[in-house]
């Protein structure tokens, strides 16, 4: 197992251009999330899914970002037009449904870092 | 939603213990208190989480106020490589998804050789 892989690490891009980000999570766990971190921020909230289905999104979310899990494996997290105020680190994570609920141990990728010029 | 208090930043020597306080006065009975931290350049890595009773494993030792309404993570032993950000988070709290995790922005722990 390796973990939660992320990919690519870093990205350059215009404004105005669409990236996408890829995340592979932990084989067996049945829960991803993605987060967004900014410099000198902790990590907020974007997204989550349960399998292949998207059950919970933050307002942070604009419609220039969408989310999809297609087969309950892989994730990608696509941003159209993006704009200078999309530059952050972009986190995936992913974890087992918890036994106990709040008990929930997530596991972080190291990140997809994406610059707008 | 129940949220939590850190120092901004602590400082600690080289193997010495550490002791990272969190305030946590609005917490729930069912909201677990885990700590994360982010070394630079990395994503978050799970450090410790319990309950309402003190707990240790091999990374570090998590100390629960009797009223839980605070906790202090406890390194034992610092090295450089403890060098992070430590964040303190409830579980349960809205808008982070099925048991997913609100960040404040954590301590920003130095560690001096």
């Known amino acids: 197992d390796t973990g939660v892989s992320q990919d690519p690490r870093h990205k350059i891009t215009k404004r105005g251009q669409n990236v996408t980000f890829r995340c592979d999570p932990i084989?067996?766990?049945?829960?991803l999330y993605w987060y967004r971190q900014t410099l000198g921020q902790g990590p907020e909230f974007l997204t989550y899914?349960?399998?292949?289905?998207?059950?919970?999104k933050s307002r942070l979310l604009s419609d220039r970002f969408s989310a999809e899990r297609p087969k309950g494996s892989f994730s990608t997290l696509e941003i159209q037009r993006t704009e200078q105020g999309d530059s952050a680190m972009y986190l995936c994570?992913?974890?087992?449904?918890?036994?106990?609920?709040?008990?929930?141990?997530?596991?972080f990728g190291a990140g997809s870092r994406l610059t707008v010029l | 939603d129940a949220k939590t208090t850190q120092p901004n930043s602590m400082e600690s020597n080289e193997e010495e213990p550490v002791h990272l306080p969190c305030n946590h006065s609005?917490?729930?009975?069912?909201?677990?208190i885990h700590w994360y931290r982010q070394l630079p350049s990395q994503g978050p890595e799970y450090v410790i989480h319990?309950?309402?009773s003190n707990v240790n494993n091999r990374m570090a030792s998590l100390a629960i106020a009797e009223d839980r309404k605070s906790s202090t993570l406890i390194l034992h032993r610092a090295t450089l490589r403890d060098a992070a950000v430590y964040y303190c988070?409830?579980?349960?709290?809205?808008?982070?998804?099925?048991?997913?995790?609100?960040f404040g922005k954590g301590t920003h722990l130095i560690i001096q050789p």
């Open positions: 084989s067996e766990h049945n829960r």
């Open positions: 319990g309950l309402t």
């Open positions: 994570a992913s974890s087992p449904t918890a036994v106990n609920s709040g008990a929930n141990v997530l596991t």
């Open positions: 609005t917490i729930s009975g069912t909201d677990y």
């Open positions: 899914f349960q399998n292949e289905a998207q059950l919970e």
């Open positions: 988070i409830l579980s349960g709290l809205a808008g982070g998804g099925a048991d997913g995790l609100t």
